[in-house]
Every structure is written in C-alpha cells, then in structure tokens.
C-alpha cells in the first residue's frame, strides 16, 4: 500500500519577487483582521454599555473569525518565504477540519444574531 506523507503546493509562483509582494500583501491583510478582531473583543469586554446580546454575539464573531483567519493563513505565509513548500498529510487534514469546523461555527453565531436582531424588532420587550 502506498500512503501519502506530504503535499507539495505547486501553485505558488516561481518568482522570488512576486512571492516577497504576496507574503506582503497577506501579511498586512492578516494583521489588519487580527487588529480589527481583538479591538473588537477587548471592546466589548471593557465597556459596560455593551454587555447585551447583540454586542456578545459580535464578540464572539470577532473571536471566530480570528480563529478562522488563523487556521490557514500562518502556514501560508511561512511558505511564501520557504523553499520547501509543503505541509505534512496530518498538517492538511488538521488545517480542513479547523477551516470547516470554524466556518460551521460562523453560521451558527450569524443565525443566532439574525433570530436576537428579529426578536428584538419584531417582539420587543
């Protein structure tokens, strides 16, 4: 039997260049959305007037969407530097899991804040 040990990204460009403007380019969006997430986090735990549940939910959205960005896109840019791109059989189906079981999760907190944003209009206290 044969079995797979690791995977090899071909899809990356060859050209030093580009990859040094594309590690660039994901590195500024990635800290930009860590930087948005936790400012958003530490906001809501911090201020007083947003301990409801509109503002809960949206914490918890910035913490998952953190956790998502956070899944594929270190591994990413520590390719785009490295001349051996690849990621070991076990490292993908882990990276799968995580990316599905955290956009699984963003569902589910986007379905609830949709059913507290209904209830609050449409049967107000």
């Known amino acids: 039997t044969t079995t797979v040990k690791n ?3 071909v899809g ?4 030093a260049m580009l990859q040094y403007v594309l590690f660039a380019t994901f590195l500024i969006i990635y800290t930009m ?11 809501v735990i911090i ?7 509109m503002y809960f939910f949206l914490g918890n959205l910035a913490l ?6 956070s899944v594929t896109l270190p591994k990413m840019l520590w390719d785009f530097l490295s001349e051996y791109k690849s990621i070991s059989f076990g490292g ?6 995580f990316f599905h079981f955290t956009g699984g999760a ?9 059913l507290d944003r209904y209830v609050a209009v449409h049967k107000p206290l």
Do not use: R, Y
């Open 33 to 43: 959305t860590w930087l948005g997430n936790v400012t958003i986090i530490t906001t």
């Open 12 to 15: 990356f460009t060859e050209s």
């Open 92 to 97: 993908c189906i882990a990276q799968i899991f």
């Open 106 to 114: 963003v569902v589910v907190i986007l379905t609830v804040m949709t």
């Open 7 to 9: 995977i090899f990204f």
């Open 47 to 53: 201020d007083q007037e947003l301990h409801k549940p």
């Open 64 to 69: 998952i969407d953190l956790s998502e960005s």
